[in-house]
């Protein structure tokens, strides 16, 4: 089942690259559950909904955003990922003005599989390294 669950990861990652939300969705659990949504999104939302709303305001941040998988693993019925994201900030974020530069995420995220869908996520990532490319903050 490891290389199923692992597969079901980058289908869900390529559906992003795609902005195919609607696959996006196909593969989350009713319940699913982000445990480290993105700031951007409505905190007040959770699951698929929750997804789709952090989903739709990344997109008006980040235009030509690609996840490149460097690492999987699986362990049981979690797949942990190393993954970095690349696009343009084209959009404010947390009232960062779009700077068009290209930016770079490197982080590790974690999904629980069950019954052929992603019913949990954790992640960390870089973020003071994505602030710094967007002008946010100066680089050290």
């Known amino acids: 089942m490891s290389e199923e669950n692992k597969a079901l990861v980058r289908k869900m990652l390529d559906a992003a690259d795609r902005s195919d ?65 690349r696009g343009k900030h084209t959009g404010e974020m947390l009232g960062i003005p779009a700077s068009n530069n290209d930016v770079a995420m490197e982080g590790i995220a974690i999904h629980r599989i069950a019954d052929g869908k992603v019913v949990e996520h954790w992640s960390q990532v870089d973020a003071l390294g994505l602030l710094t490319q967007m002008g946010a903050i100066p680089a050290p």
């Open 21 to 85: 939300l609607a696959a996006i969705e196909e593969l989350l659990a009713p319940d699913y559950v982000d445990h480290n949504p993105p700031p951007f999104q409505n905190p007040a939302l959770r699951g698929v909904e929750g997804s789709r709303d952090g989903f739709n305001a990344a997109t008006k941040i980040f235009s030509d955003w690609r996840h490149e998988v460097l690492d999987q693993f699986t362990d049981g019925d979690r797949v942990i990922t190393r993954v970095v994201g």
